[in-house]
């Protein structure tokens, strides 16, 4: 197997029977669903269909708009009667569209000399998972598109509290560099910075669902309504 490092750019080589020992091991920290009930395809879509009912009873409660309603859950609502829609509109995605994952090699984590001589199952390694097109896949984005305002939103009175992804990180790194170049060219004495990163490991995983909603109520209290006023209207 021929893989991408992760960060530093360089290229590992692995022996199959090595590589398909490393997934193993790191699949081994999920939970199986027990499916023994349902069928995996039955599971997924019981899913599907309760999300699809919690969105139905938001814009029951007037909490949702109509154009809304369509390309989340492929339904329409007319004199209080809900009724799916055929056509590419309201298409639904099916449960059988397969998820990948690999091992991403962190080869930037090990100096050069000891890269040379280390075992291949010793390179810490991040598992990477993704699956596209799936039963919740119209969910998940509607949700991301309502929370993400907020998050951002919520983060403002801290400097770069919000951070999406490690690219976002990156740049605003840059961004502080190139203000600091400029601070030091003018100033007297020279400022002192320090930057602080800390690796948090499967931090959103590791929620518990509480703890989540207590997050997003706070949120939801602390920000001025003002500010929320374009999250509400694309609801409501």
Not at 25 to 43: A, C, I, M
Not at 178 to 198: G, M
Not at 200 to 219: F, H, I, N, Q
Request: net charge positive; with cysteine; hydrophobic share 35%.
């Amino acid at each position: 197997m021929i893989c991408r490092a992760d960060k530093d750019g360089k290229i590992v080589i692995v022996n199959y029977d090595d590589y398909d020992a490393i997934k193993t091991r790191e699949l081994q920290q999920f939970e199986k669903l027990d499916v023994s009930v349902y069928g995996s395809d039955t599971y997924l879509e019981k899913v599907r269909k309760d999300c699809n009912e919690l969105v139905v009873k938001l814009h029951a409660i007037g909490e949702l708009k109509d154009e809304l309603l369509l390309p989340i859950t492929g339904m329409k609502c007319k004199n209080n009667t809900y009724r799916k829609v055929n056509g590419a509109s309201a298409k639904y995605f099916r449960c059988d569209t397969p998820v990948y994952s690999y091992p991403l090699f962190k080869t930037h984590k090990l100096t050069p000399e000891n890269l040379l001589n280390v075992d291949i199952k010793e390179i810490p390694v991040r598992l990477l998972q993704s699956a596209g097109n799936i039963s919740t896949s119209r969910i998940t984005a509607f949700l991301e598109f309502i929370l993400k305002p907020i998050s951002v939103e919520f983060c403002k009175n801290c400097p770069n509290a919000f951070c999406q992804d490690s690219r976002q990180y990156i740049g605003d790194l840059l961004m502080w560099k190139d203000r600091l170049t400029k601070k030091q060219e003018t100033a007297k004495p020279k400022p002192v910075f320090s930057i602080v990163a800390a690796d948090v490991k499967a931090l959103c995983p590791s929620l518990y669902r509480d703890t989540v909603t207590k997050a997003l109520e706070c949120a939801w209290r602390s920000i001025p309504a003002t500010a929320l006023r374009p999250v509400k209207s694309l609801l409501n």
